[in-house]
């Protein structure tokens, strides 16, 4: 079974810093990768989804994520942290042999310092 | 505006009562979902439906019941069966059953919380 693991709970960046939030993946399969943003007590937004093709993925709000086959990751980045990207970020996997519903990580959260 | 509604926003439940929460979807998607969302633990899958009248079990089913009876509404019950259902309840929902490879949109979450 597919599976994500996302280091740091809790990540902490000044304003106009870099950010970059880790996702790993398990699968035995190729998988589709999906980082999700959430602001509290909201729902979940997709931020950008890796199906096929360009290993680059960019996304909504300045932010992109690279699917490195080799080290079974899909890191999520940004160039310069804004105030209003403080929130949890989840990453999430599915595979086309699985099952039909997205796995995700556990979570982190983004605090971005004045 | 199409989108998934999630009613209520806030639930209080007595213990050893059922409780539904309502889910309803105007996207005319095929899949829904639901997820548990509890502090530290991200979204854990209970239920979800990729068609009308069907339904499989996620990793945390156990105390918890869905119903597929339209294509617009998937009910989440949670009995007095579930331990411990104070928690974040999130509906999902997807365009395309068959396509792994394709986004789960959402709603704004029910907060339950047993006294």
């Known amino acids: 079974a597919q599976s994500v693991t996302q280091l740091g709970s809790h990540v902490s960046v000044s304003e106009g810093a870099l950010v970059l939030l880790r996702c790993n993946y398990s699968?035995?399969?190729?998988?589709?990768l999906f980082w999700y943003v959430q602001y509290p007590n909201q729902g979940l937004q997709l931020l950008l989804k890796y199906t096929t093709g360009a290993t680059l993925v960019k996304g909504i709000n300045g932010f992109e994520a690279e699917f490195k086959k080799s080290e079974t990751s899909f890191h999520l980045t940004k160039p310069s942290a804004h105030m209003s990207d403080a929130a949890e970020y989840f990453c999430?996997?599915?595979?086309?042999?699985?099952?039909?519903?997205?796995?995700f990580g556990s979570g982190t959260r983004l605090q971005v310092q004045p | 505006d199409g989108g998934i509604t999630q009613s209520p926003k806030y639930l209080f439940r007595k213990e050893g009562q059922n409780v539904t929460l309502s889910c309803e979807q105007n996207l005319n998607h095929d899949a829904m979902y639901w997820y548990r969302q509890d502090p530290g633990q991200g979204l854990r899958l209970i239920y979800y439906s990729q068609i009308v009248n069907d339904f499989q079990k996620g990793d945390i089913a156990e105390g918890y019941s869905v119903s597929r009876e339209k294509k617009e509404s998937f009910p989440l019950t949670v009995t007095s069966a579930q331990k411990n259902p104070t928690a974040f309840y999130l509906c999902?929902?997807?365009?395309?059953?068959?396509?792994?490879?394709?986004?789960?949109?959402f709603g704004q979450g029910t907060r339950l919380t047993v006294v």
């Open positions: 699968s035995s399969v190729p998988p589709y």
């Open positions: 999902a929902s997807s365009p395309d059953r068959t396509a792994q490879n394709t986004e789960a949109f």
């Open positions: 999430a996997v599915s595979v086309p042999t699985g099952r039909r519903a997205l796995t």
